[in-house]
């Protein structure tokens, strides 16, 4: 995907709530995908991970959609909790190694 | 899980002076390590890829005498911002791989840089 944004998009839930964060890529040859939640002032920090020739995976609280058809990546976050407000990216790799594309980012906000 | 750390964490410099910033792998050894460049409210844009012993490889647009990458050893790469000016102030972030190209990939905590 694209990895330059004039801003970051916003998403405002309720705690307890589930969190759904989008991504969109753009390069059909991409084969590793990578969730990273970045908090303020830090470094991304691992999250969860797909390979392609998979469509879903779950972590713990946590579940990755993969939909090759139309180049979409998603996060899932249950039941979300205060601790889990940053700003979440997907990045992609293409072709092995460990060289990643980050995506535009999305600002979870958790509301008490 | 393996630790990346970057020193210094905050620097403040002149304009018109250059800037050391490190990044080391703690507990194993990398033989490539990144650099990532990100300014507020964007992503993490690819600066270089750093190979143990041997030149960086640069992405296009970016100034490699401006953005000098040593990676003397297997545990330690360092950016240095050549004649810093106010629009280089940012957000330095390297991750390291652990055994080789294609292991798992670790990020340092960033560095901020401000350039007055």
């Known amino acids: 995907g694209e990895s330059v944004g004039l801003h970051l998009p916003t998403l405002s839930v309720q705690e307890g709530d589930n969190s759904i964060i989008n991504c969109a890529y753009s390069?059909?040859?991409?084969?590793?995908f990578i969730w990273y939640k970045q908090e303020s002032g830090k470094g991304p920090q691992f999250i969860i991970d797909i390979r392609s020739n998979m469509d879903k995976r779950q972590g713990q609280r946590v579940t990755v959609l993969l939909n090759k058809t139309v180049k979409h990546l998603s996060l899932q976050i249950a039941a979300t909790q205060p601790g889990d407000s940053a700003v979440y990216f997907c990045?992609?790799?293409?072709?092995?190694?460990?060289?990643?594309?980050f995506g535009t980012g999305t600002q979870l906000k958790v509301e008490l | 899980g393996a630790v990346v750390s970057q020193h210094p964490s905050w620097v403040i410099c002149k304009s018109g002076t250059s800037v050391k910033i490190e990044c080391r792998s703690l507990d194993f050894q990398a033989t490539t390590m990144f650099w990532y460049r990100q300014f507020p409210k964007q992503s993490l844009m690819l600066m270089a890829t750093?190979?143990?012993?041997?030149?960086?490889?640069?992405e296009q647009g970016v100034e490699k005498d401006k953005f000098l990458i040593n990676h003397a050893s297997l545990t330690l790469s360092t950016l240095t911002v050549t004649s810093a000016h106010p629009e280089d102030s940012s957000f330095y972030i390297c991750s390291a791989v652990t055994g080789g190209s294609t292991g798992e990939l670790f990020f340092g905590e960033g560095s901020r840089l401000t350039v007055l």
């Open positions: 390069n059909s040859a991409s084969d590793y």
């Open positions: 750093s190979n143990e012993g041997s030149k960086a490889t640069y």
């Open positions: 990045a992609e790799i293409t072709g092995g190694g460990n060289k990643l594309t």
